[in-house]
């Protein structure tokens, strides 16, 4: 199932994170571009995006403490009220992807390293000798503007920062396969000189 589903939900994902990026526009009359919305803005337009994938369901801001909770010995990090972002289950309910989102993404950042754990830590902790969630996933935005630069330049720095963001993810994928699916750096439409990207990191169970 995961070497049919990842693509499929990333590929959903980032059509989530289009669709906040001209839902935002057209909310504020092409004044204001997709950062200063709330996080929770991008977080609900992934999930309607999520919902026209077949055969699962999406529960927004689960907690690490429901049913699903592990016996014993707890993965690193778990903590009854700490909640992933979105959660992606299969027909029968059980837990298949956990994901994280990440709004205003300028640098791999703590917060952004919080969010790394967690999904490494989601992936890699088995329960009856089985991984609890097949698949983390890191979805975010980032946005550059400043004048100073022209979009060539900001292109280079947003492809450095998938760079960055990827290498950093790599050291906590720990026994899991990484896979990636990013955006294209994009210009922003109604805006001069500004460019945005984002996508998702990914963490596979083995």
């Keep these: 199932m995961v070497s049919e589903l990842w693509k499929n939900i990333t590929d959903f994902i980032n059509g989530g994170l289009k669709r906040a990026v ?8 092409g004044q204001t571009e997709l950062s200063y919305a709330p996080e929770y803005f991008l977080t ?8 026209n994938l077949s055969g699962v369901s999406i529960i927004l801001e689960e907690s690490m403490g429901g049913e699903d909770q592990p016996n014993g010995k707890k993965p690193e990090g778990w903590k009854r009220n700490k909640r992933y972002d979105i959660v992606v289950r299969k027909n029968d309910f059980s837990p298949y992807a956990a994901i994280e989102v990440k709004h205003r993404v300028y640098s791999v950042s ?10 490494s830590n989601a992936v890699n902790f088995k329960a009856n000798g089985e991984s609890v969630f097949e698949m983390g996933i890191f ?13 060539s330049q900001k292109s280079e720095t947003i492809r450095k920062l998938y760079s ?4 950093k993810l790599q050291k ?9 699916n990013l955006i294209e750096p994009t210009e922003y439409h109604g805006f001069t000189n500004v460019l945005w990207g984002g996508g998702c990191l990914v963490l596979i169970s083995v």
């Design 22 to 29: 001209k839902e935002h526009i057209e909310l504020t009359k």
């Design 44 to 51: 609900v337009n992934i999930a309607e995006e999520l919902k």
């Design 172 to 180: 906590y994928q720990k026994n899991a396969t990484f896979k990636d």
């Design 110 to 119: 703590e917060r952004v390293i919080e969010d790394f754990r967690r999904i």
């Design 164 to 167: 960055n963001l990827e290498e």
């Design 139 to 151: 979805a975010f935005y980032t946005v550059f503007d400043e004048k100073s630069t022209n979009i």
